[in-house]
């Protein structure tokens, strides 16, 4: 429930872009850091579609593709990082300051 609230206020600050979703309208383009994890820890979008990443935590936390192809700053408590994917494929994500922490980009 949280995750949805929280999902709710991204929409509504205007956090969450979604230029298409895959296969449902309400498939999130949202990921939410929170108590040392990404949620959802998995999406799927279509190309061309914006993901916002938005820390909750009380730390820092980062935003790397395993192949580079993305990576953010440190983000501090409710900063957040956005960025497009234009081609399809699957993007395994990390946060380079707790390497336990994983997450998962599928763009069709």
């Known amino acids: 429930m949280a ?3 929280a999902c709710a206020a991204l929409v ?8 298409a979703a ?3 309208q309400s498939a999130p383009t ?3 850091i929170d108590n040392f994890s990404f949620t ?4 799927t979008v279509a190309k061309g579609t914006t993901v916002t990443w938005m ?4 730390v820092p ?12 700053k440190a983000l501090d408590t409710d900063d957040h990082f956005s960025f497009t994917f234009t081609d399809a494929g699957t993007y395994v994500y990390f946060c380079s300051v707790h ?4 997450g998962k980009v599928t763009v069709k």
């Not at 936390?61 to 953010?72: A, E, L, P």
């Open 55 to 58: 820390n909750h935590d009380d």
């Open 61 to 72: 936390h980062t935003v790397v593709s395993k192949d580079q192809k993305f990576k953010s």
């Open 99 to 102: 390497p336990i922490m994983i």
């Open 40 to 43: 959802p820890k998995e999406i």
């Open 30 to 32: 949202g990921v939410v």
């Open 12 to 19: 509504a600050t205007g956090m969450i872009r979604s230029t």
């Open 3 to 5: 995750v949805l609230l």
């Open 22 to 24: 895959v296969d449902d």
